[in-house]
């Protein structure tokens, strides 16, 4: 049987897929060598963050640019710093 | 399982600019709309637009009209796109940006206030006497996200339902040349469902997916193709993709036109400015298709950059800093994300990259899907419309103009939704026995991921197909390496029928979506494979070695390809009902 936490990390991994090649390049990438490795907070996190606009993510991914980004700024650094 | 079954007027399956106008247009109409979508609406793709949307409104060049508009993208399509399609959305373009203005979005201004125009590929004053025409209307460089969260909020409000996260998997028949439904699934739990209704419209986007390299995003994978090949009805001018010149080398992502617009350079591993040689006039900004091929030549002649020789050089080097900052302000932030490179000290590495599809489901200009009769004769499907990326109505021919994709999806989004407004009425829902047998065939497939099992894993089918894709049908094609690459491919998608997924679960099981899409992919790139082998000559985006002119006495005309191998075609339409037609002229570039 699918236990809830499979459900949810396969849920995360379908909203990684966004609506820009890039987003999904970055997301998907860091979703599949990183995310079993997170904490609980930090997987929260992360899925909250997906519910947000591909054209806010694309500005804290790609520019230095980090306005508005207050709680979520840890786990964008930590995407950024693992982006090979 | 039991299978719950809905009802409702029109389905739309597709929440990018295409269906969300659709939508918007029945649904402020009073019919009772769902739209149906794979991912949350605004993530469609069209939200990686930036550069913006094509409309002759004369806001730069006062002499600019929508007639010069028609014959830009006519001479661009090189004489493939329809006359009777290209009129209709050239002549609708600057009312259609108006009504986009009027629903709120937010387009560049000039300083006195109107919409703000840049020059992009392909754009000309004077039917190609007067110089560089700028007809495209930016907002900002997120003209594709504006778009879509201006029809959202619009959707919302003329209620449309959306059922977002369902995954389209089938049309369901009632007839022979008749659509009366789709069989969804739900992403969250798993759950089957019909969705009964008087007409559907797929607006599925594109397919770029079956390239090893390419711009689209993870969702372009072609499922509106694949139900349409799998009910039995063609697929027009498969052949037909455009590769974007300036994606980022070994990624994809997309350098925008807009780079060369505001004055970038292709540069060769010798630092000369190359396209000045192949297209002495419009040089940087030359269609895509040239462009594309002159990179790839000089790659084959060996002046390709890097230490592989298997890149140009985008120079962005001799731009102001306001230049950089104030009208290409994503450009440097990908540079750096993508290729580690500072654009204001160094050039991008960039190669033609899968961008477009210029073929997919046969339309007329009011959105109605098209199949032939055993004697070749034009018929439509009752109750079939398609619109976007995924049609071929064909407004593109054998090359699209930059920005007149944003232009198409409102402007054939709109004409879908009228014509079904007008025509509701007539139609009856219609469930009877072949109804039911195309359901049980529906369920058949997904029972046979579901239950399957003990096959090849799908990941390499995917990449191999991907591969002969690039390889034998990207921008340069060549007769004995097209029939090795078919030959391939047959092989490949035969695997496919005996491959399996190990994931069984229901709750958003990406494995079995995986699959689906593979066998839409699949639909796409073999009817690619085949039109692109038996079009015997060069044409737009289509450029055989073993072919290298056009010939249009004998492919003056669209291609048709059906499922089982089957392959036919339709006249291209010459015939514009307000201006007269124009000739078929040699390119100049
Ligand atoms: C990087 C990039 C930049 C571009 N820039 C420009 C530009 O500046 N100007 C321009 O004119 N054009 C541009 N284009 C092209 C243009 O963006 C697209 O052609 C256009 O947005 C396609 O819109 P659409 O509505 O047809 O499809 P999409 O926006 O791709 O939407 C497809 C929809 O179908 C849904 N869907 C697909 N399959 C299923 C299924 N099986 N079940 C349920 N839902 C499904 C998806 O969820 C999505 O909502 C660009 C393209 C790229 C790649």
């Known amino acids: 049987m699918q236990t809830d936490e499979q459900d949810a990390s396969n849920r995360v991994r379908w909203r990684c897929r966004r609506g820009m090649l890039e987003l999904d390049s970055i997301l998907t990438d860091f979703f599949d060598r990183h995310y079993h490795v997170l904490s609980f907070n930090e997987k929260a996190l992360f899925e909250q963050l997906l519910q947000l606009e591909d054209q806010q993510l694309f500005q804290w991914f790609l520019s230095e640019n980090l306005e508005g980004a207050d709680d979520f700024i840890p786990i964008i650094q930590l995407v950024r710093e693992l982006h090979p | 399982m039991t299978i719950v079954n809905e009802t409702y007027d029109v389905i739309i399956v597709g929440g990018g600019g295409a269906g969300q106008r659709a939508a918007l247009e029945t649904a402020s109409s009073g019919a009772n709309v769902a739209l149906i979508s794979k991912v949350f609406p605004t993530r469609s793709h069209t939200v990686s637009a930036q550069g913006g949307i094509n409309a002759a409104l004369g806001n730069i060049d006062k002499g600019d009209s929508w007639e010069c508009h028609m014959f830009d993208t006519i001479r661009g399509s ?67 996200h504006a778009m879509l969260h201006t029809l959202f909020q619009q959707n919302v409000k003329a209620k449309t339902r959306f059922f977002h996260e369902w995954f389209a998997i089938d049309l369901l028949k009632s007839g022979p040349q008749k659509v009366s439904g789709i069989l969804a699934m739900c ?12 007409a559907v419209v797929l607006a599925t986007g594109g397919a770029g997916r079956i390239y090893a390299s390419t711009t689209n995003a993870y969702s372009c994978t072609g499922d509106g193709l694949g139900m349409v090949y799998r009910a039995g009805f063609p697929l027009q001018d498969m052949e037909m993709w455009q590769f974007h010149p300036t994606g980022v080398a070994g990624v994809g992502c997309l350098i925008t036109e807009g780079a060369r617009g505001e004055g970038g350079i292709l540069r060769n591993s010798e630092g000369e400015r190359y396209m000045e040689r192949y297209a002495p006039i419009q040089k940087d900004l030359a269609c895509r298709d040239v462009v594309s091929r002159s990179s790839a030549l000089e790659m084959k002649a060996g002046r390709g950059c890097g230490p592989r020789g298997d890149y140009m050089h985008l120079d962005l080097t001799h731009l102001p800093q306001e230049t950089l900052q104030e009208r290409l302000p994503g450009i440097s932030d990908l540079a750096r994300t993508f290729a580690n490179v500072d654009v204001s000290k160094e050039p991008i590495p960039v190669v033609p990259t899968c961008h477009y599809m210029m073929g997919g489901i046969p339309t007329n200009k009011y959105g109605q899907v098209l199949t032939q009769d055993k004697l070749g004769k034009d018929t ?58 195309s359901l049980e065939k529906a369920l058949g497939r997904v029972g046979f991921w579901r239950q399957g099992g003990g096959g090849e894993s799908i990941d ?60 839409n992919m699949m639909a796409v790139a073999y009817t690619t494979a085949m039109a692109a082998l038996a079009r015997k000559e060069s044409r737009g985006a289509h450029s055989r070695v073993d072919f290298p002119d056009r010939d249009d006495k004998n492919w003056h005309k669209h291609s048709l390809a059906f499922e089982g191998d089957r392959a036919s075609t339709r006249a291209v339409n010459m015939q514009p009902n307000h201006v007269d037609p124009f000739p078929l002229q040699e390119r100049e570039h």
């Open chain 2, 78 to 144: 090189d004489y493939l796109g329809d006359q009777d399609s290209i009129e209709y959305m050239c002549s609708q373009a600057s009312r259609t940006v108006i009504e986009l203005e009027h629903m709120g979005m937010p387009f560049s201004r000039n300083e006195d206030g109107t919409i703000y125009q840049r020059a992009f590929g392909g754009q000309t004053l004077d039917f190609g006497k007067g110089g560089q025409a700028h007809r495209t209307c930016p907002a900002a460089d997120r003209t594709g």
């Open chain 2, 187 to 198: 992403l969250e739990t798993g759950e089957l469902r019909v969705f009964h209704a008087k």
């Open chain 2, 380 to 437: 439509f499907v009752e109750g079939l419309y398609a619109a976007g990326e995924c049609a071929c109505v064909s407004v593109h021919g054998a090359n699209r103009l930059g920005a007149n994709s944003l232009l198409e999806i409102v402007v054939f989004g709109r004409a879908v939704g009228h014509h079904i407004n007008d025509h509701i009425g007539d139609i009856a829902h219609e469930k009877n026995a072949e109804f039911d047998a």
């Open chain 2, 460 to 519: 390499e089918v995917i990449q191999d197909m991907k591969k002969i894709m690039q390889e034998d049908f990207g921008v340069f094609r060549d007769g004995k390496n097209m029939q090795e690459g078919l030959a391939k491919l047959d092989v490949v998608r035969r695997r496919l029928a005996h491959a399996s997924i190990s994931d069984k679960s229901l709750a958003f099981n990406t494995r079995l979506v995986s699959a689906f899409e593979l066998e």
